[in-house]
């Protein structure tokens, strides 16, 4: 059996109204001054990266430079130092070593094509917190295109992509 419960009246909420006649500010009106007055320099921003079949999910805050790969650190995800400076690459071009702290997701593909996706979601993250300083180098190096190669599929009749049966003329 449910029991009844007398009904408290709820508080009343303040709502803005808005209408077609509201003032909207316009994009044009923020500048990244702006919104570095309001918010702080540097700023918290997001980025995803793609390579092969590898998807990273990454953002960026400001901080002492720690990174957090799924509950991992750097050198525990990435044990190869060629992979940890990869990824270490657009904060080197940029001089921002150890201003932000980096918390990412990635799954999918093998350990290179992770590592070329974190460093395209880094890159992006980082144009993205502020695009008037950190677009020009990036896109100067290189590192806000996404690199589009994939392993070529199997054809029929081949024993690989492209390589034929061994060939016998008798």
Request: aromatic content about 6%; cysteine-free.
């Amino acid at each position: 059996m449910a029991e009844t419960t007398a009904e408290t009246p709820l508080e009343e909420v303040e709502v803005e109204e808005y209408t077609t006649e509201t003032e909207v500010p316009l994009e044009g009106e923020y500048t990244s001054e702006s919104l570095a007055s309001r918010f702080g320099d540097p700023q918290p921003a997001a980025g995803l990266g793609r390579r092969k079949n590898a998807i990273a999910r990454v953002r960026i805050i400001p901080g002492t430079g720690q990174w957090k790969i799924n509950g991992r650190t750097l050198e525990g995800y990435f044990p190869n130092k060629v992979h940890q400076q990869e990824v270490n690459e657009p904060f080197k071009v940029l001089e921002l070593d150890n201003r932000y702290d980096v918390v990412a997701r990635i799954a999918g593909g093998g350990i290179s094509g992770q590592a070329g996706a974190l460093r395209l979601g880094v890159a992006r993250a980082l144009n993205e917190a502020d695009e008037d300083n950190n677009r020009g180098p990036l896109k100067k190096a290189g590192f806000l295109k996404r690199d589009d190669r994939a392993v070529e599929r199997k054809k029929a009749g081949l024993k690989k992509a492209r390589k034929a049966p061994q060939y016998s003329k008798r």
